[in-house]
């Protein structure tokens, strides 16, 4: 049986969707459950999935685009209002802690409401963290570059862009979030990966596919595909069965689970 698991509770892009949901993914590792990125709706999406309160031991934002964390505020007021009693930490580029403990200043979401402990932790590139036996380790990645060289003069902000290598018990999965070219990935391809979760917005999708062709890879899973590629999905699928080559992939739904490891 697979030690692990994968609930894609959003796999849409920056757009406005009515069926894909924003970026949102619970990843289970043993007794271990991660969240990574909190676009809307996933309050719903988690409450509709029946899962406990505690369930999720860590949150993990990648970046601090709204389609990757415009979910979190209701998903905290769901803890609260729930009755959620586990200390959960969420980890995130530096720049975001303090406006996001604002809003939920700003919405009365306060401390002192917590019937548990709220903790934030900034992500540096290369330092791990460690959850029970699972492993994380966030890489810098170029997502927001061009918008660091087009507005950091007038918004001098740090612009961090993170994917993840999430590892447990000999099996190793590389989580992309958003990329901003495909040789971004490069750290997580180090050694060789049983599952890449990887998204299909921000460049031509031959690129992506062309340089994961041949890459020690056991499973694909492609998300966050931009609108064009979505609503020709047919033609996209059929460009990945000729360009990826013998690596068995897929394009995940939302609420789709996948058993991996």
Known sequence: ?????????????????????????????GDVQLLFDCGEPVSGSFKASGANYDAIDRIFLSHLNFDHIGGLFMLLQGFWLEGRTKDLTIHLPAEGIVPIRQLLDAGYLFEELLPFRLSF????????????????????????????????????????????????????VGHSADIGAPEDLVPL?????????????????????????GQAIKRIIFVHLSRKYWDNFDTTRRLAEVRVGGIPHSFAHAGEEILFG
């Not at 299909?200 to 999708?205: D, I, S, T």
Request: aromatic share 12%; hydrophobic share 40%; proline share 4%.
């Open 1 to 29: 049986m697979s030690c692990c698991h994968l609930k894609c509770f959003g796999v849409g892009d920056g757009w406005p969707s009515g069926e894909r949901g924003h970026s949102a993914f619970l990843y289970r590792f």
């Open 189 to 213: 391809l180090k050694k060789p990966l049983d599952l890449l979760v990887s998204e299909l917005a921000h460049f031509e999708a031959e690129k992506l596919f062309d340089y994961l062709r």
């Open 121 to 172: 932790d900034a992500l540096h590139k290369g330092e791990a963290v460690s959850i029970g036996g699972v492993r994380v380790t966030p890489f810098a990645n170029t997502h927001l570059d061009s918008l660091r060289v087009k507005f950091q003069a007038k918004h001098p902000q740090a612009f961090e862009a993170f994917s993840f290598l999430i590892e447990h018990d000999g099996v190793r």
